[in-house]
């Protein structure tokens, strides 16, 4: 069967971002079949919805999808029903990609970009495994009501041990593959929700002698990732940690414009994207870094294809381009070769 990927461009850079991504899976010569489709902002202004039907047919018909990035001021005063962001909640609800994967990994030639000091982040290569579909991002009840004559805000946060367990799963197995340190993140001192989350990680923990499991509420692990953030290998947690300790990691690394990511269901099919936004202040504009994209194309090829060659392949390109010393503005410095989005897509096909 002719391996199928949705192409859902987005707003703001990601038409252009994703542009080469495409060039780059095209340029593989794996047979895949491609198609376009509308979400976020951009299917708002065509249709009204952020995530029209034509979409979620395509997007349950594909075997993966890769995403550009959804979202900008434009739509912002919109009800929160219509907006950007409700699309890509949607998405992930709809295919079930309870699992995300987050790398940060501070390539060694852009050492500088980082706040941090060398010392601290160099070498730096962590995985945070963020539960996708679950928590207070869609527990219900949640509102805002008038409640005793004033406005009563309210958000339910509920796991279920089934939920817990399945992404447990994939961060053990994920641990295993890689540095076999797994840190569990939550706030049992005050969440019942998260006292079963530490709960049921202890309870697979045996599934996995080789896998070594700590624990760490999520104040404490916010202030270790900057303070030492390479006492981590894989951290697990919930959906609204995961969200806050995601972009944390990336910026340990200074170039939010190099991190990829992927969605997974129990299937391994998945939704790709780059971990940035989309950048509405330079779209458009022929400038933006299309190597997150292009590595989460990477991911794909890993963990939906199973084309572990062709992974690496990208993989390898992508460093060979920043060895060469090729730069787009977000991580350009002085000595180094400033190009656009175009061209640094031109290079990863020439280093293929
Ligand atoms: C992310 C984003 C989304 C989230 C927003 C855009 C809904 O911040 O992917 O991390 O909170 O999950
Ligand atoms: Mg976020």
Redesign the pocket.
């Known amino acids: 069967m002719t391996p199928k990927i949705l192409i859902l461009p987005g707003d703001g850079i990601g038409p252009e971002i994703t542009g080469e991504a495409v060039r780059v899976l095209g340029a593989l010569s794996l047979g895949f079949e491609m198609e376009t489709a509308l979400l976020g902002g951009a299917a708002v202004d065509a249709t009204g919805e952020p995530y029209p039907e034509a979409t979620q047919k395509l997007a349950k018909a594909a075997d993966a999808v890769l995403l550009g990035a959804?979202?900008g001021p434009k739509w912002d005063t919109l009800p929160r029903e219509k907006r950007?962001?409700k699309g890509?909640?949607g998405i992930?609800k709809h295919l079930n990609l309870f699992a995300?994967l987050r790398p940060a990994i501070l390539y060694p030639e852009l050492a500088n970009a980082s706040t941090l000091k060398p010392e601290v982040v160099s070498g730096l290569d962590i995985l945070i495994v963020?539960e996708?579909t679950g928590d207070i991002?869609f527990g219900q009840p949640r509102g805002i009501e008038n409640r005793g004559g004033e406005r009563f805000g309210f958000n339910t946060m509920h796991y279920t041990e089934t939920e817990i367990r399945r992404i447990g799963r994939v961060a053990f197995e994920a641990a295993r593959k890689r540095g076999k340190r797994l840190c569990s993140v939550d706030k049992m001192n005050v969440l019942e929700t998260t006292q079963l989350w530490r709960d049921v990680m202890n309870e697979l923990a045996p599934e996995y002698p080789e896998v070594t499991l700590s624990h760490m509420l999520v104040d404490n692990a916010a202030m270790q990732l900057v303070r030492a953030p390479r006492q981590f290998d894989v951290l697990v947690t919930g959906?609204m940690f995961?969200?806050i300790l995601?972009?944390e990691a990336s910026m340990l690394t200074g170039s939010i414009g190099m991190l990829p990511?992927a969605s997974l269901d129990e299937h391994n099919k998945g939704l790709y994207?780059p971990?940035h936004?989309s950048a509405p202040d330079i779209a458009g504009q022929g400038v933006a870094n299309p190597l997150a994209t292009i590595l989460s194309a990477a991911m794909m090829l890993r963990y939906t294809f199973n084309e572990e060659a062709a992974a690496r392949r990208v993989e390898n390109a992508v460093k060979a381009v920043l060895a060469k010393g090729l730069r787009t503005g977000d991580i350009f410095e002085t000595g180094t070769t400033k190009v656009g989005t175009k061209a640094m897509g031109d290079a990863v096909l020439a280093a293929l």
């Open positions: 959804v979202g950007p962001e890509l909640l992930r995300n963020r996708l991002y959906n995961g969200d995601s972009d990511s994207e971990s936004g």
